[in-house]
Protein backbone atom coordinates (compact mmCIF):
# COMPACT_ATOMS: atom_id res chain seq x y z
CA UNK A 1 0.00 0.00 0.00
CA UNK A 2 1.27 3.43 -1.49
CA UNK A 3 2.61 6.28 1.53
CA UNK A 4 -0.44 8.14 0.36
CA UNK A 5 -3.14 5.15 0.82
CA UNK A 6 -1.76 4.30 3.76
CA UNK A 7 -2.14 8.31 5.09
CA UNK A 8 -5.62 8.29 3.60
CA UNK A 9 -6.97 5.10 5.74
CA UNK A 10 -5.41 6.71 8.56
CA UNK A 11 -7.40 9.91 8.23
CA UNK A 12 -10.81 7.67 7.59
CA UNK A 13 -9.86 5.66 10.46
CA UNK A 14 -9.85 8.88 12.90
CA UNK A 15 -12.72 10.17 11.24
CA UNK A 16 -14.89 7.29 12.22
CA UNK A 17 -13.53 7.00 15.37
CA UNK A 18 -14.50 10.61 16.17
CA UNK A 19 -17.99 9.71 14.45
CA UNK A 20 -18.25 6.52 16.91
CA UNK A 21 -17.49 8.66 20.38
CA UNK A 22 -20.34 11.12 18.95
CA UNK A 23 -22.91 8.49 18.60
CA UNK A 24 -21.47 6.65 21.97
CA UNK A 25 -21.27 9.87 23.95
CA UNK A 26 -25.06 11.81 22.46
CA UNK A 27 -26.96 11.33 25.66
CA UNK A 28 -23.87 11.48 28.16
CA UNK A 29 -24.57 14.07 30.75
CA UNK A 30 -21.28 15.61 30.22
CA UNK A 31 -21.53 15.76 26.54
CA UNK A 32 -19.58 18.36 26.33
CA UNK A 33 -16.69 17.27 28.63
CA UNK A 34 -17.15 13.47 26.66
CA UNK A 35 -16.30 15.24 22.98
CA UNK A 36 -13.71 17.19 23.88
CA UNK A 37 -11.80 14.31 25.92
CA UNK A 38 -12.97 11.27 23.53
CA UNK A 39 -14.05 12.75 19.98
CA UNK A 40 -11.89 16.04 19.70
CA UNK A 41 -8.69 14.64 19.38
CA UNK A 42 -8.95 11.84 16.56
CA UNK A 43 -10.30 14.37 14.62
CA UNK A 44 -7.75 16.73 15.07
CA UNK A 45 -4.99 13.77 14.48
CA UNK A 46 -6.94 13.00 11.00
CA UNK A 47 -6.58 16.78 10.08
CA UNK A 48 -2.98 16.84 10.87
CA UNK A 49 -2.09 13.32 9.40
CA UNK A 50 -4.30 14.61 5.71
CA UNK A 51 -1.49 17.56 5.82
CA UNK A 52 0.75 15.05 5.82
CA UNK A 53 2.60 15.49 9.24
CA UNK A 54 4.23 12.56 10.52
CA UNK A 55 4.41 13.86 14.22
CA UNK A 56 0.16 13.63 13.87
CA UNK A 57 0.81 10.01 12.61
CA UNK A 58 2.93 9.41 15.31
CA UNK A 59 0.53 10.60 18.34
CA UNK A 60 -1.98 8.50 16.24
CA UNK A 61 -0.20 5.78 17.06
CA UNK A 62 0.21 6.81 21.19
CA UNK A 63 -3.40 7.65 21.44
CA UNK A 64 -4.65 4.11 19.66
CA UNK A 65 -2.73 2.43 22.55
CA UNK A 66 -5.22 4.60 24.86
CA UNK A 67 -8.28 3.93 22.61
CA UNK A 68 -7.42 0.48 23.24
CA UNK A 69 -7.24 0.00 26.63
CA UNK A 70 -10.18 2.50 27.70
CA UNK A 71 -11.95 -0.32 24.72
CA UNK A 72 -10.81 -3.44 26.43
CA UNK A 73 -12.08 -1.72 29.77
CA UNK A 74 -15.30 -0.42 28.50
CA UNK A 75 -16.19 -3.90 27.17
CA UNK A 76 -15.10 -5.87 30.29
CA UNK A 77 -17.21 -3.71 32.82
CA UNK A 78 -20.34 -2.02 30.38
CA UNK A 79 -22.42 -4.59 29.38
CA UNK A 80 -24.56 -2.61 27.86
CA UNK A 81 -21.86 -0.09 25.96
CA UNK A 82 -20.24 -3.35 24.80
CA UNK A 83 -20.69 -3.03 20.67
CA UNK A 84 -19.29 0.36 20.73
CA UNK A 85 -16.74 -0.57 22.66
CA UNK A 86 -15.40 -3.49 20.42
CA UNK A 87 -16.12 -1.40 17.30
CA UNK A 88 -13.15 1.42 19.72
CA UNK A 89 -11.39 -1.37 20.19
CA UNK A 90 -11.15 -2.73 16.43
CA UNK A 91 -10.36 0.59 15.27
CA UNK A 92 -7.82 1.51 17.55
CA UNK A 93 -5.86 -1.77 16.68
CA UNK A 94 -6.53 0.00 13.10
CA UNK A 95 -4.97 3.31 13.69
CA UNK A 96 -1.87 1.73 15.53
CA UNK A 97 -1.29 -0.33 12.62
CA UNK A 98 -1.31 1.97 10.13
CA UNK A 99 0.31 5.03 11.81
CA UNK A 100 3.16 2.17 12.27
CA UNK A 101 2.92 1.15 8.71
CA UNK A 102 5.40 3.65 7.34
CA UNK A 103 8.35 2.41 9.44
CA UNK A 104 7.76 -0.90 9.60
CA UNK A 105 8.23 -0.95 5.87
CA UNK A 106 11.02 1.07 5.96
CA UNK A 107 12.72 -1.03 8.89
CA UNK A 108 12.14 -4.11 7.59
CA UNK A 109 12.81 -2.91 3.21
CA UNK A 110 15.26 -5.10 1.42
CA UNK A 111 18.07 -3.51 0.72
CA UNK A 112 18.41 -3.16 -3.60
CA UNK A 113 20.75 -6.39 -4.78
CA UNK A 114 19.94 -8.62 -2.20
CA UNK A 115 18.75 -11.87 -3.43
CA UNK A 116 18.13 -14.48 -0.79
Do not use: C, N
Not at 11 to 16: D, N, R, Y
Not at 86 to 115: C, T, V, Y
Amino acid sequence: MSTARLRDALAATLLVLALLYVAWFHDDRQRLAALLVFALPPLLLAIGVLRGSAVARFWAGVFGLFWFSHGVMAAWSHPPQRAYAWAELLLALLAIGLSSAPGLRARFARKRGDRP
